[in-house]
Each structure stands twice: as structure tokens, then as C-alpha cells.
């Protein structure tokens, strides 16, 4: 693909009206960039503690890329909010399950040379230290041309303790390494995760901050 995605309309607009909140009075700062190929399907697998993560994140990356994010399907029952959502190019995917059509769907928008983000853990931390989802690594097997650039996002759990400013940060690491040989689809995820987390920890998003837990055992 050697021509740049077009970038809708309403995904212009959605986001535009975020700006000010998330670059102004969240002081947003980008890094790596670069690092984002401006053609092609690309793999945004991100941390996920807070709402804001997929707003921020499609703010950082405006300049270049659309974001087609995997969200979760009850977003689509908010009234109003389903023809925001699909004209911005959202993928619904039902929280807890392996949804094929979702993963389907998002197979299809990588083979077009979309960009396509995903949080590995599946949902937000709560606090909590979860475990990866294989659903980034299923993707890659698919479509093993995709770049897959890991996304560092710190401070949005910080925009819901008003008036304290947040300082929000999007980091756009270098593309990670593909498949390893023998290599599942979770240990994918699991790497890819590990060196996400590392740079960002868990943190629990509301008015007060409270110690980070770890999930129960399965």
C-alpha cells in the first residue's frame, strides 16, 4: 500500500473536541513518532488504565495515522454514541470472549493498511496486574506484515482529579520484534506487554489514588 490512509471526517471532529483537554490542560507530551510508519497495517497494542487511553493515544497519533481501536461492544448501546463510533472506524469487541467477528473484522482492516489499536490486557487495570490476551498475537499471525509498535501511556488516570492537572504522556516505542519461532500468540502478547508495563506501571484511575493490587489466581 503506497498511498496514506484517508482519515474520516467524524474521527477529525471526535477527537477535535478532546484537544483541549487532552493537549491544553493535560499538557500532552509525544514521543517516538517517528516510529509510526505513515502507510501499511500497523499494530498499536497499548497499557490500559483508564478511559481517556484511547482518546489520548488517537490524539498523539493524529498527525499520522487513524486509529481503528477494539472497544468493547456495550459502547455501542449508549444512545448516540453507536454512529460516532462507527464513523469513526471502531471495531466493537465483546469483553471476556474470544469474538471472532471482531477479530475478524480487525484482520480485514490490516490487510487494507489500516492501523489497528488493542489493549493485550483486555480491559482496564483497576489497579490490578493482569494478564495478556492473545488477541495482539493472533493478529500478527494473520497478517505477519504488520508493524507492530508498542504504545507507553501514563498520567491519564490523573484527568479525573480535578483541578490537579494531569501530565499526560504517549510513548511510540520502536516497532517490536515479530513471531519468534514456536512463539504462541499469548507469548506475544506477554512480551510485547512485559515492555510496556515496565516503562508504565499499573496505576488506578478516580479522584484518589490507591495501592496498585494484583489480580486473584485462576
Same mark, same amino acid.
Given at each position: 500500500?503506497?498511498? #496514506?490512509?484517508?482519515?474520516? #471526517?467524524?474521527y477529525?471532529?471526535? /477527537? %477535535?473536541?478532546?484537544?483541549p483537554?487532552?493537549?491544553?490542560?493535560g499538557r500532552? &507530551?509525544v514521543?517516538?513518532?517517528?516510529? /509510526?510508519?505513515?502507510?501499511?497495517p500497523?499494530l498499536?497494542?497499548?497499557?490500559?488504565?483508564s478511559y481517556?487511553?484511547?482518546?489520548? !493515544?488517537?490524539i498523539?497519533?493524529?498527525?499520522? *495515522?487513524?486509529?481503528?481501536?477494539?472497544?468493547?461492544?456495550t459502547?455501542?448501546?449508549?444512545?448516540?454514541?453507536?454512529? !460516532?463510533?462507527d464513523?469513526?472506524?471502531?471495531?466493537?469487541?465483546?469483553?471476556? =470472549?474470544?469474538?471472532?467477528?471482531?477479530?475478524?473484522?480487525a484482520?480485514?482492516?490490516?490487510r487494507?493498511? =489500516?492501523?489497528?489499536?488493542?489493549f493485550p490486557? $483486555?480491559? *482496564?487495570s483497576l489497579?490490578?496486574?493482569?494478564?495478556?490476551?492473545?488477541?495482539? $498475537?493472533?493478529?500478527?499471525a494473520? @497478517?505477519? &506484515?504488520?508493524?507492530? @509498535?508498542? @504504545? @507507553?501511556?501514563s $498520567?491519564?488516570?490523573?484527568?479525573a482529579?480535578?483541578?490537579?492537572?494531569?501530565?499526560?504522556?504517549?510513548?511510540?516505542?520502536?516497532?517490536?520484534?515479530?513471531?519468534?519461532?514456536? &512463539?504462541?500468540?499469548?507469548?506475544?502478547?506477554? #512480551?510485547v506487554?512485559?515492555?510496556?508495563?515496565e516503562?508504565?506501571?499499573?496505576?488506578?484511575? %478516580?479522584?484518589?489514588? #490507591?495501592?496498585?493490587?494484583?489480580?486473584?489466581p485462576?
Amino acid at each position: 500500500m503506497s498511498e #496514506r490512509e484517508p482519515m474520516t #471526517r467524524t474521527y477529525r471532529v471526535a /477527537l %477535535g473536541i478532546c484537544v483541549p483537554i487532552v493537549r491544553s490542560w493535560g499538557r500532552l &507530551e509525544v514521543e517516538g513518532l517517528e516510529h /509510526l510508519p505513515a502507510v501499511g497495517p500497523l499494530l498499536l497494542p497499548g497499557n490500559h488504565d483508564s478511559y481517556w487511553d484511547p482518546i489520548v !493515544v488517537g490524539i498523539a497519533a493524529i498527525e499520522r *495515522r487513524q486509529i481503528r481501536a477494539l472497544s468493547k461492544s456495550t459502547l455501542w448501546k449508549v444512545k448516540g454514541l453507536s454512529k !460516532v463510533l462507527d464513523g469513526m472506524g471502531q471495531i466493537p469487541i465483546v469483553r471476556g =470472549s474470544r469474538d471472532a467477528d471482531a477479530l475478524d473484522r480487525a484482520i480485514t482492516e490490516l490487510r487494507g493498511g =489500516s492501523c489497528v489499536g488493542i489493549f493485550p490486557e $483486555g480491559t *482496564r487495570s483497576l489497579g490490578r496486574t493482569l494478564r495478556p490476551r492473545s488477541g495482539v $498475537g493472533r493478529l500478527l499471525a494473520a @497478517v505477519p &506484515e504488520s508493524t507492530v @509498535v508498542p @504504545v @507507553v501511556i501514563s $498520567g491519564t488516570t490523573d484527568i479525573a482529579r480535578f483541578p490537579r492537572r494531569p501530565r499526560l504522556r504517549v510513548r511510540f516505542l520502536p516497532a517490536a520484534e515479530g513471531l519468534r519461532e514456536g &512463539e504462541s500468540p499469548t507469548d506475544f502478547a506477554t #512480551r510485547v506487554l512485559a515492555e510496556i508495563r515496565e516503562l508504565a506501571p499499573v496505576s488506578t484511575a %478516580g479522584r484518589k489514588r #490507591r495501592k496498585q493490587i494484583s489480580s486473584p489466581p485462576e
